[in-house]
Every structure is written in C-alpha cells, then in structure tokens.
C-alpha cells in the first residue's frame, strides 16, 4: 500500500481511480477494462505528479526526503553493489544497526560501503533506531575506513539520519568525540571517499561520513545543521513555522549546489526516488563510477589535498586570499605571520635550540674575553 503526503491528495484520489479502472471486477462480476480512459487517467497522474514535484516548498522537500516508502541505504547496497559483506564491532563496546558497513564490488573493484540506515518498517525501525548512530557506529566506521585506507580502497558513503543519537548512553560513551573522530578519519584518508546524502541529512550525524572528495545529494534530499521543527523551536519558539525555518535553512539539493557545499545533484524520477526505487539507484550507480573514475589517475596525497582544498574554498570571506594570477580552484589559507613563525618553530625546534645555544655561547665567550 503506498503512502502519501499531504501535498498529494490530489495525485492519491486519481491512483484510486486508476485501481478501480485497473479492477475487471466489479460489484455485479466481470466488466470490460477500459483502455482509453485508463490511459487519461495516467497522463493526469503525470501532469499533477510534474507540476506538484516541480513546485516543491523547502518544507514538502523535507517532507518527501523523510517520506515512509522512500528506498533506504539497505536496497541501495543490495542493488548497486555485488559480493558485499559485513562487518561488525567497533572492538571496543559493540555493534550499531543503524550503520551497514563491509566491503563489496562496484565494476569490478573493492570498495568500502557505509549506509546510515532507518529501516522499512516499525520493528525494523526500531533495531536501527530509526537511523541515529551511536558512538559505537561511528568508531566501527573509522575502524573499517582506516582499514580500506591501509589497502587503498575508495569508501562510498549513504548518508540518512535524523541526526546522531542524543541519548544519555551515547554521550556517556563519548558521543561527541567519536562524531568528531569520524569527521578528522574521512579528511585524512588517501584514498576517495564520496557521500549519496539518500534522503536526510542531519547534523554531525551526517557530516560525520559526509565529509568528502564529494558529496551528491538525490534532488529531494536534505542536507543541514538542524532539523526545521527544532530550528522554529529555537528562534520562534514555534515548531508549526517549520516551513519558514525551512525556507531560510537552505537545506535543499539545488540551494546547496549554488553555495557549493555539495558536488553534484541526482534527479529523481517523477515523483520522487520511492516511485521507480531501481531507476534511482541505476543513477546512482552511473554516478558513483563516473566520480571514482576521475580520482584514478591521482596519488594519495593529491585525493587529499583535493578534498583539503574543497571545504577550504567553503566560506572563503575571511581567512582566505585568491593567489595572483590563479583561478579560484587555487584558492589557499592565508595563514598569519605569527602562526608562521610557531610553525617554523616546531617543525625546525632541533636546529633553532642549536642556534639559540650557540649564539649563548658565543656571548658568554665574548663578556669573558
């Protein structure tokens, strides 16, 4: 039984009528199906279907990426990839369900899979905690990120989560240190590392693995640092003004494709990714060989300084200078003099403590004499 939104009450009373054309039975037996209206009936579920999804408010877009039938990281890994197997543990306290990682075959080569996962239904949702990593989630994750490093296998990342676990547990374990641990793995790997952000994106329990060579979002997902109710909550202390929260968060796929926190949007099919779940995760697929292909010819350092010099160029205003002459991919940390000179300090500490003894020395020699 398909779910719908409350946007789509239109688009549900005509599929309602397309079932029954569909229904050779009726109440008095058999009745002839009737082909040409069946086929009217559809073309208006597509016009409405385009224009609604063409029209979609921030707030609908964060509707649709939460939506109850939209596909998760589990379908996405049994159908993009071959040969996975899991893994489990953080070897330190236990395993997280609400995170599937192993290894699998895309094309032929090895990589790392992680997929945040929510769960299919209520029970589901339960054993996965409706997506919310733990500590324990996130160090089984650089565990097996330092390992695909070690072998130099690129890690792909789905990303669906309401945000990490906030529970008195979690922070008793160190919740925030492991998101924090997460966020330093993903930027000091040498290999490729690229984030699907599938349908939430929420907070450090997402950019925790999202903090990548690239980060694509599918075209009805969301990205941002706090969900829209809880950013009504905090500055009108009105959650019903979520879709003002929503507006002003720009937490949509285009949005943040213009300010460049992402890399690339997916288009969905009409509808939205749970109508044609295996059209989408073909696109997904085309995309993530594509992007694997262009870090095939780069060393481990220039994978690293690639996605260095990415979240860099974010919010260059202040801290940052374009170099003469170079176009904006040369975009550099301006770094101040002082910092410089500690820098210089410490990496040279053992030839400066010689030189600061030697000109001692020689002073202490010059008062003598």
């Known amino acids: 039984m398909r779910n719908y939104l409350d946007f789509e009450k239109e688009i549900k009373t005509l599929e309602q009528d397309l079932d029954g054309l569909k229904n050779p039975f009726d109440k008095d037996g058999i009745s002839e199906v009737d082909t040409v ?24 877009k ?9 596909p998760r990281a589990n379908f996405y890994i049994n159908k993009i990839f071959s040969d996975f197997t899991l893994l489990s543990g953080d070897r330190l306290f236990g395993d997280d369900k609400s995170i599937i990682a192993g290894f699998a075959v895309i094309e032929g080569k090895s990589v790392l899979v992680l997929g945040q996962e929510k769960g299919e239904d209520l029970n589901s949702r339960l054993e996965r905690n409706f997506g919310m990593m733990k500590p324990e989630g996130y160090r089984k994750c650089i565990r097996l990120m330092k390992l695909a490093d070690r072998f130099k296998i690129p890690v792909i990342s789905f990303i669906d989560t309401p945000g990490a676990y906030p529970g008195i547990g979690a922070e008793q374990r160190g919740q925030a240190i492991a998101i924090a641990n997460s966020i330093e793995c993903c930027m000091s790997l040498k290999v490729p590392n690229i984030s699907i952000i599938i349908g939430e994106g929420g907070s450090g329990g997402a950019i925790a ?11 009805h997902s969301i990205y941002s640092v706090i969900s829209p109710e809880g950013c009504a909550s905090i500055l009108w202390r009105d959650p019903s003004k979520s879709l003002e929260a929503a507006e002003a968060m720009k937490l949509t796929a285009s949005e943040l494709l213009k300010i460049g926190i992402i890399d690339e949007v997916i288009n969905e099919p009409l509808g939205g990714a749970h109508r044609d779940g295996e059209k989408i995760a073909a696109e997904i697929k085309k995309s993530i060989i594509k992007n694997l292909q262009d870090f095939e010819n780069l060393s481990g350092d220039e994978i690293f300084e690639q996605r260095k010099l990415k979240f860099l160029k974010i919010g260059r205003d202040q801290g940052f200078r374009k170099a003469s002459g170079k176009t ?9 003099s002082f910092n410089k000179i500690v820098r210089l300090y410490v990496n040279k500490k053992n030839i400066f403590l010689a030189s600061m003894g030697a000109l001692i ?3 202490i020699i010059y008062i003598l004499v």
Request: hydrophobic share 30%; proline share 2%.
């Open 37 to 60: 209206k069946i086929k009217k009936v559809q073309n208006e579920i597509n016009d409405k279907l385009n224009l609604t999804y063409s029209n979609l408010n921030s707030w609908q």
């Open 62 to 70: 964060t509707q649709v990426a939460r939506h109850e039938d939209r």
């Open 209 to 219: 693995l999202a903090s990548s060579n690239k980060v694509i979002m599918l075209e």
């Open 328 to 336: 904006t991919s040369s975009l550099g940390y301006s770094e101040p």
């Open 361 to 363: 020395l020689a002073g």
